[in-house]
């Protein structure tokens, strides 16, 4: 099988390095500076192209030459692997054949792809400056093809996130993919018909085959929390998991809770974290559970039952969300409360968070009681599970 990726927009999120940098060389010619929509619409299309259109000149090479200099600069700060890509792209390279198309030059790809930390996953880096015809016309794929007459066997699909990946990739007649946190929008990258559309970088391990759901499940390990594990990785993962819900209005504790108080709430109960691959130099948390004892002293009157058990600080990075591992986590949990002896598990929510009512429904949950917490703005439902 043969992966051709575009890079910027993406396996790279360098959509603020390059509207910094464009905007920075032309104010420093002097002139009208793109406006950075304009700039993001224009990913995926050489500069050699864009700047004599938006600077009405016809020799643009110290406008260009300023602009490399800058994004040179800010690249080493700026540049940012797409989540979770760390965790996929040594998985696919482990069955594919991948490579890169890129508006860039050559270098300044090479570069960029270190600055990241994944150029070794890479065979082959087509630039701008290895090819006469720059997108969306094909000649990157047809390179890269010629390099490589052995592993179109398994498929050949040309991955990114502009309509120019998709229409080069149409125009040689491969599988085309569209992934969607890039510079295009889903309704421009639709309009085309690409063979697939992706929303999360984990879904490539899907459309490649790299995983059914048991053995990709398999790979997680739930284990207990340690006093060495990152603090900061695990608040920044509850974070992540409950901006969606904050965007909705609803602020839970661990949408904005300082570090401290992540701390204190694992050390309070029976904490659990998901790490992807142990195997890994520096596997990632992305997932975390806390299983708490009855509490006398709990300002709600439903916390205090003798025999009850209740869970909370509970997320899955959203990059894994919709595998069924929140579901996984949760079973270790029960099956630990029952070790313990608890003849009840509890938990509760945001009266208006309804997707996540229904998944505990369907996990054995019933609503049966309400609470209202003073740290937080919404009314929550008590909900709670007989293990016996």
């Given at each position: 099988m043969?992966?051709?990726?575009?890079?910027?927009?993406?396996?790279?999120d360098s959509k603020d390095c390059i509207v910094h940098s464009v905007q920075h060389a032309f104010t420093s010619h002097c002139l009208a500076v793109p406006s950075a929509d304009q700039i993001v619409q224009a990913m995926g299309i050489p500069i050699e192209v864009t700047f004599p259109e938006w600077s009405g000149l016809a020799d643009v090479?110290?406008?260009?030459?300023?602009?490399?200099?800058?994004?040179?600069?800010?690249?080493?700060?700026?540049?940012?692997?797409?989540?979770?890509?760390?965790?996929?792209?040594p998985k696919l390279a482990e069955k594919a054949t991948l490579a890169i198309a890129?508006?860039?030059?050559?270098?300044?790809?090479?570069?960029?792809?270190?600055?990241?930390?994944?150029?070794?996953?890479?065979?082959?880096?087509?630039?701008?400056?290895?090819?006469?015809?720059?997108k969306p016309h094909p000649e990157s794929i047809h390179k890269i093809l010629a390099a490589f007459p052995g592993e179109t066997e398994g498929g050949v699909w040309m991955i990114g996130d502009a309509t120019s990946d998709i229409e080069m990739g149409e125009a040689v007649n491969v599988c085309t993919c569209a992934v969607t946190w890039g510079a295009h929008s889903?309704?421009?990258?639709?309009?085309?018909?690409?063979?697939?559309?992706l929303h999360n970088p984990m879904e490539f391990l899907w459309l490649f085959g790299e995983h059914s759901c048991g053995s990709f499940m398999e790979e997680m390990v739930i284990r207990p929390w340690q006093p060495a594990d990152s603090i900061e990785e695990i608040t920044n993962l509850l974070h992540a998991a409950y901006k969606a819900l904050a965007d909705q209005g609803m602020i839970y504790n661990a949408s904005h809770q300082p570090p401290?108080?992540?701390?204190?709430?694992?050390?309070?109960?029976?904490?659990?974290?998901?790490?992807?691959?142990?195997?890994?130099e520096l596997p990632k948390t992305i997932g975390t559970i806390t299983l708490y004892a009855s509490d006398p002293n709990s300002e709600h009157p439903f916390y205090r039952r003798p025999g009850m058990m209740y869970f909370g600080q509970f997320a899955v990075d959203p990059a894994f969300q919709g595998y069924g591992l929140g579901r996984k986590?949760?079973?270790h949990v029960e099956s630990f409360a029952?070790?313990?002896?608890?003849?009840?598990?509890?938990?509760?929510?945001?009266?208006?968070?309804?997707?996540?009512?229904?998944?505990?429904?369907?996990?054995?949950?019933?609503?049966?009681d309400e609470a209202d917490w003073d740290s937080t703005n919404y009314k929550s439902v008590v909900m709670s599970k007989t293990l016996i």
């Open positions: 043969l992966l051709i990726f575009d890079l910027d927009g993406t396996l790279v090479d110290a406008l260009m030459a300023d602009y490399r200099s800058e994004f040179a600069r800010r690249s080493e700060t700026e540049l940012k692997l797409f989540p979770r890509l760390e965790y996929v792209l890129t508006s860039k030059k050559r270098a300044v790809a090479e570069h960029s792809l270190e600055v990241c930390g994944i150029r070794q996953y890479f065979s082959m880096i087509v630039g701008a400056d290895d090819v006469q015809n720059y889903i309704d421009a990258l639709s309009d085309l018909y690409p063979t697939s559309i401290s108080q992540t701390q204190l709430r694992l050390q309070w109960g029976h904490p659990f974290v998901v790490i992807d691959d142990p195997m890994r986590m949760y079973d029952r070790e313990l002896g608890a003849t009840e598990i509890a938990l509760d929510t945001s009266e208006h968070a309804h997707d996540l009512i229904a998944m505990y429904r369907k996990w054995g949950f019933e609503i049966v």
